[in-house]
């Protein structure tokens, strides 16, 4: 895959949180007290001044920390880590948000065993932030242009979802549905009716629609104006894994929207 840069026209969002979206606000208002106890703060703490119940701050913490943005020192309280003070340094914070991102995309491709993809729509088209692949797990070959194939692919579908019905059919008006694979859906209202039914949480799937050879599933990471996914894709032989694999990767979606959102 290659990122993508193509301007088009404006469209309305319908924006909907979802899971990953509520995880990086809790994580936010962790991160968020933590930078305001220079001297640290403990995780009874934290728990009393965010009112997240100790579980879930204990697996927020488990991530923060594993992600670099926060750190715990000697007495056990927290501090703000490594990673958040690249990120929010004015100087060079392009690039380390790219690579914070490339290592947690890294990550995610190791723990899942599958390529990931950021996607996301921007100036009415879809494109290709960044990726993780690797020998074992290669990367869709784009055969098609990813902006051109949005109503074949797991990642176009989730963007597509993402947007109200007048941009939806902005995007179709500019990219004819072209049949790709057997499996290619190229009828407007068919496809139109299928985003319109979905629901936000459900990961979108491509069932071979893109290329005869390869499954892929795409999660939304949505804030604000950002209008973005998670994708995965896997070889047709790794199918069975499909559902475990986007299982896996919506969970590790807080971090990536973490990281847009700092």
């Known amino acids: 895959m290659r990122p993508s840069e193509r301007r088009g026209n404006t469209v309305a969002l319908k924006h909907e949180p979802t899971a990953p979206y509520h995880s990086a606000q809790d994580a936010l208002r962790v991160l968020e007290t933590v930078a305001r106890h220079t001297a640290g703060i403990t995780d009874a703490e934290l ?16 991530m923060l920390r594993r992600e670099g943005y926060v750190e715990q020192v000697a007495d056990g309280a927290y501090v ?14 392009d690039q380390a948000l790219r690579d914070q991102l490339q290592r947690t995309l890294d990550e995610l491709r190791d723990s899942i065993g599958a390529a990931v993809y950021i996607s996301r729509y921007v100036d009415g088209e879809v494109t290709i932030a960044q990726y993780a692949d690797g020998p ?15 109503h074949a692919t797991a990642l176009g579908k989730s963007l597509l979802s993402q947007l109200d019905h007048n941009g939806r059919r902005d995007h179709l008006s500019r ?27 459900v990961p979108h799937l491509d069932l071979q629609e893109y290329a005869v050879g390869t499954v892929c599933a795409a999660v939304p990471i949505t804030a604000g104006s950002l209008v973005g996914c998670l994708a ?31």
């Open 47 to 62: 728990a009393r001044t965010t009112g997240l119940d100790p579980e879930r701050l204990t697996t927020l913490l488990r």
């Open 80 to 93: 703000t880590g490594e990673a958040l003070t690249r990120l929010s340094s004015t100087h060079e914070r």
């Open 136 to 150: 074992a797990t290669p990367a869709v070959n784009e055969w098609v242009d990813f902006r051109s194939s949005a």
């Open 175 to 201: 990219h004819r549905m072209t049949r790709l694979t057997s499996r290619t859906i190229t009828n407007d209202k068919l496809l139109l009716s299928r985003l319109e039914a979905q629901p936000p949480t």
């Open 232 to 262: 995965l894709s896997l070889p047709v032989d790794q199918a069975h894994r499909l559902r475990q694999a986007t299982d896996r990767l919506n969970r590790g979606a807080a971090p990536v929207l973490l990281s847009l959102a700092i």
